[in-house]
């Protein structure tokens, strides 16, 4: 029952409204103008000159209608709200009552092309939080700028992004820095500073001078066209509700006209004064009133809405279906790299015996250059280059302890402290207990100290757990970390549970146990790793979309700018959905059971039945366009 509104051929590219409104307008004109005739009692505009007039009027806006109904019952489709429209105007018609069927069908297609008009609002304002492609971009090319089409650019070539201007495809800045505006990509408007070699992604608006971008993706494949297409799908995944709507409609229908027959013919067998004339128009009456048509437009239009308030929000939700999954969760599970913490390992302490702390991190800087784990990458940032004067040799790895080698003539352990009992060196013991990572050093074969390596907590993580208890959701965090670890960050966070020293297939069983246990799950992860936990979750929420290609793929929500405190919003956000469409669900059904009793017991004319069946599609529009409106 659900159908395409733009098969009753309503424009949805409105070049002109007036075109698109033209025929109702002129409709609506003869209509109004032969009442009056009707009403003054003007000679001419009698049989058959009244019936040509409205039937002229009918044609502006009921042969559309009529067309879709014959090409539904083709189709297999004999009860269709068209069926509806057609049988009950071609029966008011047959009665006489010309001047109805004709504001019957008016109104009904005034009404149809508003809700067209709102479908496609929705979906623009979708499209246009991410569709903002540069039409033109300026390669350089032998030397010359050229200015060209973005699909002409391949990868490789470099481009330039003068101030104010959008970078058109995704690459790396040649540029030593710029700052740029991401708020398409993530909904953040504060600007992101970027150095020589970083990532830059089409959408993202250069605030200072010019700057040279090397291109890495071809114009189709940049993470803005990805996530636009993805929105786009979005729409098209439909939600439990807009699918048992549409499945309701289909039964709901032939009851309706079955119904509509009783009403005409079952009174002959208990009425003694039966007059056909007047039990059809109460069947007919009956029939305008039930037309499902609020009910099968508002509801997507609710789910449109609440898509398009998640991607002003840099949430990206690829079906109406995860909408209703936010509304039932009991449970957010996270890992912790990466999703509470930046993910980024810092120094923290420097812990120096018998040498001083600068000379211990020149020393284990040089060692640590020599390694690519993201530990060692943090030594070494720290020593700020003073190691470059040291030279490291005969570094080996020993692996689950550390690196050993020589600097200038003297040999150097950094590891952690099974490193330095496997060389059965004296060292301070409670270091072992340390909740941190740590990378103890030993130069000639003597304890030289300590440097405690850690994750920075996100500046929003504690706030965003909050939140969530305050929603009555239970947080449970899930890590590879060591438990020390864990337990220290959970603690920080007051999150409810934490489990560490986790593989991939344990945090699967951490997730089942929960399920078995009858919650309602999100896992939020970084999408690639947690991919099997991800699939076993009821909806799966990736951290950090703008930075990772495989997030995009794998997770049925991507949040865009790292903030944990968006899960909180995506949740918020489904039960705001939720709440509009019931709230039309009810409006719809409430006026409907109303009026059609009315219409039943003969209370209620065409003209009351037409204004309740428009009126409460319209408000239940404006009611689901209202959610693209509100703060969360």
Request: include cysteine.
């Amino acid at each position: 029952m659900a159908h395409d509104h733009s098969e009753i051929g309503h424009s949805h590219h409105h070049d002109s409204n007036f075109k698109t409104y033209f025929p109702a307008l002129l409709s609506f004109v003869l209509l109004v103008a032969g009442i009056i005739l009707e009403h003054t009692e003007v000679s001419f505009f009698n049989n058959p000159i009244n019936l040509i007039w409205y039937a002229v009027a009918y044609a502006f806006v009921g042969l559309k209608v009529n067309y879709q109904a014959l090409k539904e019952i083709r189709h297999g489709t004999i009860f269709s709200e068209f069926f509806l429209m057609t049988i009950a105007t071609f029966g008011a018609f047959l009665i006489g009552e010309y001047s109805e069927a004709v504001a019957v069908m008016l109104f009904y297609s005034v009404g149809e092309l508003f809700q067209d008009a709102a479908v496609e609002k929705a979906q623009k304002s979708i499209k246009a939080l991410l569709d903002i492609r540069p039409d033109k971009v300026t390669v350089l090319r032998n030397g010359e700028f050229f200015v060209v089409t973005p699909s002409e650019v391949k990868i490789g070539e470099t481009i330039q992004v003068k101030s104010g201007e959008k970078i058109a495809l995704d690459g790396e800045l040649l540029s030593e820095k710029a700052s740029f505006n991401t708020s398409a990509l993530t909904g953040e408007s504060k600007p992101d500073s970027k150095i020589k070699g970083e990532k830059v992604f089409a959408g993202m608006i250069n605030l200072q001078t010019v700057s040279e971008v090397k291109v890495t993706a071809l114009f189709k494949d940049s993470k803005l066209s990805r996530i636009l297409t993805m929105v786009q799908e979005a729409t098209a995944k439909k939600s439990k509700t807009q699918l048992f709507i549409s499945k309701f409609a289909k039964i709901y229908t032939p009851i309706v006209v079955f119904l509509a027959i009783a009403i005409v013919f079952l009174p002959y067998l208990v009425v003694e004064n039966y007059i056909f004339n007047e039990w059809l128009y109460r069947g007919l009456v009956f029939l305008v009133i039930s037309c499902p048509c609020a009910l099968v437009i508002s509801i997507p239009l609710g789910y449109f809405g609440g898509i398009g308030l998640a991607s002003r929000n840099g949430i990206l939700f690829k079906g109406g279906n995860y909408l209703d999954v936010m509304t039932k969760v009991d449970t957010v599970v996270m890992d912790k790299t990466g999703t509470l913490t930046k993910g980024v390992f810092e120094v923290q302490k420097v812990d120096a015996v018998g040498i001083s702390e600068e000379e211990l991190i020149k020393i284990t800087a040089s060692l640590e250059s020599k390694s690519t784990h993201p530990i060692a990458g943090a030594i070494v940032k720290f020593a700020k280059g003073s190691h470059k004067k040291r030279i490291a040799e005969n570094v080996e790895e020993i692996p689950g302890h550390g690196l050993s080698g020589t600097i200038d003539g003297k040999k150097v352990l950094a590891g952690n402290a099974k490193l330095l009992q496997k060389f059965n060196i004296d060292y301070d013991k409670s270091i072992d207990s340390n909740p941190e990572t740590i990378v103890a050093v030993a130069i000639e074969n003597k304890y030289a100290g300590y440097i405690t390596i850690a994750d920075e907590v996100k500046e929003d993580a504690k706030q965003a757990v909050a939140i969530l208890h305050q929603m009555k959701i239970k947080t449970v965090m899930l890590s590879g970390d060591k438990q020390s670890i864990v337990e220290n960050v959970a603690k920080s966070l007051n999150i409810d549970s934490a489990f560490g020293n986790l593989l991939p297939e344990n945090k699967v069983e951490k997730v089942q146990e929960l399920k078995s246990a009858g919650r309602t799950i999100i896992f939020v992860g970084d999408g690639v790793n947690d991919a099997p936990v991800i699939a076993l979750a009821d909806a799966g929420m990736a951290m950090g979309g703008l930075g990772s290609d495989a997030t995009i793929e794998t997770a049925d929500i991507v949040i865009q700018n790292d903030q944990p405190t968006k899960i909180a919003t995506s949740i918020k956000i489904g039960k705001l959905t939720r709440n509009i469409v019931m709230q039309n669900i009810a409006l719809a059904f409430g006026v409907k059971v109303i009026v059609l009793i009315l219409g039943a017991g003969g209370l209620a004319t065409l003209w009351e039945a037409v204004f309740a069946d428009v009126g409460v599609a319209l408000l239940a529009i404006l009611n689901a366009v209202r959610i693209q409106k509100m703060k969360v």
